[in-house]
């Protein structure tokens, strides 16, 4: 079944959101907006519209490449041997050595990109309500995913800066400097949005054919259950989550690989992806394709097809490496190795910073499109195994331990049946509550390694600043080029990053810095 293409021209953003930039002073809704959404083709076009903001580069790259990943103990940029090191190293490093100024554009993007989703996804929610040329079941899906997208944007700015400004309808010239709300009732609204979300959308199999990719039930429900296991409502999250399982539209694949491979994009194990295709439309944040995949590939100084190769700003760690149990076949199937014979040819490695590359978001040499800035691989946001492993969670934390430890095994009996050595990864046991978190945290990080969620997952554990300054005390002798990463975090400060200035400066002193910026 092929996956949506999400499209949506220049034009179109244009006339419906009207405002790129949340503060900007030009009015929220353009007045061709309010004449647009007239028939089910314009509500179509435009929620397909809505989806355009996360394949951007600039919503992505800071917050899951280099922050996700790079910020924590998994992964760090690469060597001066990319070219992508000489502009994208002095913007990141900051980012990884939590030396974070409020001026970073890395900062800036994910703010912009998000805050413009928000807007779009509020006039879409308002003019669609109000159509009634539509059918009802299709207005409702529609809804559904304009609710679901707009708490996906919200989610992804809430773990980056915090507490935010609650846009539930389209703001009026008087409400464009409001303050922000607290945590609770950001979470809240996020939380609102998933209900309403999933009371609307179908499940995955109701989709017509080749409309794979979009917002369904089970990615609602999955991203509020998300988003109780960050507040530490384990209970809530226990409640919702069984309902994702119990729905029975969702699965792992036999083979751990699989899930990363462009022949089984969008799989029963797929419960939320960004949708990427490659149109040959060149380097910019209106093209389809997922560039991080060109930032995990190596860069070759000797190889004239450069656009073949990448940048190797995706390293994997030596401590990520030796967070495995002996045998386990998901490192195999996660790290490039140096001068792994891989892929047909020998992999050097080149610019990498550790000697490791990550294999996950690699896309062989036959299927690579004439500019790889233009990928066609998705971006998974939510699998099911990270489901069963919050489910694991929930499920040790509210006393339920034999549970818990039944959604562990799934994971990991899949990893073991993927090994010649059917004594690998035994069935973990254990019973105590401090214990068995510990190995379900250990657990995600080998099973979700390089899939950009290890530093929020750190900070929602409350060890942030410990694993991250132990980790520079261990390693900053063995990193020439990021000896201080990990070295300045700050409890009580670098969980969140700070707002960007320009926001701050636009909203005339309405917006508050964050502590510490």
């Known amino acids: 079944m092929k996956s949506i293409k999400i499209l949506l021209s220049v034009i179109l953003i244009a006339s419906i959101c009207g405002c790129s930039d949340f503060l900007d002073k030009n009015p929220l809704v353009n007045p061709a907006a309010e004449t647009y959404y007239q028939t089910e083709q314009d509500c179509f076009d435009a929620i397909m519209g809505l989806y355009s903001f996360s394949q951007r580069e600039t919503f992505y790259l800071a917050p899951w490449l280099i922050i996700g990943d790079g910020a924590s103990d998994d992964c760090v940029l690469g060597n001066e041997v990319s070219d992508g090191y000489s502009w994208l190293g002095p913007r990141a490093r900051p980012l990884i050595e939590f030396e974070i100024l409020p001026t970073s554009d890395q900062i800036s993007g994910c703010w912009n990109q998000c805050f413009s989703g928000v807007s779009f996804a509020t006039v879409a929610i308002e003019r669609i309500g109000e159509n009634m040329n539509i059918p009802e079941a299709t207005k409702n899906i529609f809804l559904g ?94 409640n919702i989550l069984t309902t994702v399982v119990a729905s029975g539209q969702y699965g792992l694949l036999p083979v751990y690989e699989h899930v990363f491979d462009l022949d089984h994009q969008n799989s029963e194990e797929s419960v939320y992806a960004i949708q990427h295709a490659s149109t040959d439309t060149g380097w910019s944040d209106d093209n389809e394709g997922n560039i991080l995949s060109f930032y995990s590939h190596d860069w070759d100084p000797d190889d004239d097809i450069k656009w073949h190769n990448g940048w190797a700003m995706h390293c994997p760690t030596q401590d990520l490496l030796d967070s495995y149990e002996p045998g386990d076949p998901r490192l195999a199937a996660t790290i490039i190795f140096p001068g792994e014979f891989f892929d047909g040819r020998i992999n050097p490695n080149y610019a990498s910073s550790t000697g490791y590359l990550v294999k996950k978001w690699y896309i062989p040499w036959g299927q690579r499109s004439n500019d790889q800035s233009d990928c066609q691989k998705n971006i998974i946001f939510i699998r099911y195994a990270d489901v069963l492993l919050y489910l694991a969670e929930a499920a040790n934390e509210i006393g339920r331990t034999s549970e818990a430890l039944d959604y562990l095994e799934q994971v990991r009996a899949r990893a073991r049946s993927n090994s010649d050595d059917p004594n690998v990864l035994p069935r973990r046991t254990e019973t105590d509550r401090n214990a068995l978190r510990d190995l379900i945290w250990h657990e995600r990080r080998v099973e979700l390694a390089c899939e950009w969620q290890r530093f929020y997952d750190l900070v929602r554990q409350g060890r942030a600043g410990q694993v991250l300054r132990a980790y520079w005390e261990k390693y900053s002798a063995t990193h020439p080029l990021y000896p201080n990463k990990g070295r300045y975090f700050v409890d009580g400060r670098n969980e969140i990053f700070p707002i960007p200035n320009a926001q701050i400066l636009a909203s005339d002193g309405t917006l508050e810095q964050n502590p510490g910026y």
Not at 207 to 228: D, V
Request: glycine letters at 6%; aromatic letters at 18%.
């Open 145 to 238: 995913e304009a609710y679901f997208l707009r708490a996906f944007y919200y989610f992804s700015m809430v773990r980056m800066y915090g507490r935010l400004q609650i846009v539930d309808h389209v703001l009026s010239y008087d409400e464009y400097f409001m303050p922000r709300a607290s945590i609770e009732e950001t979470w809240a609204f996020i939380e609102s949005d998933c209900k309403m979300a999933a009371s609307l959308l179908p499940e995955r199999k109701d989709y017509p054919e080749g409309q794979t990719g979009r917002a369904t039930k089970g990615a609602a429900n999955s991203l509020l259950g998300k988003s109780y296991i960050y507040q530490g409502k384990f209970q809530d999250a226990y």
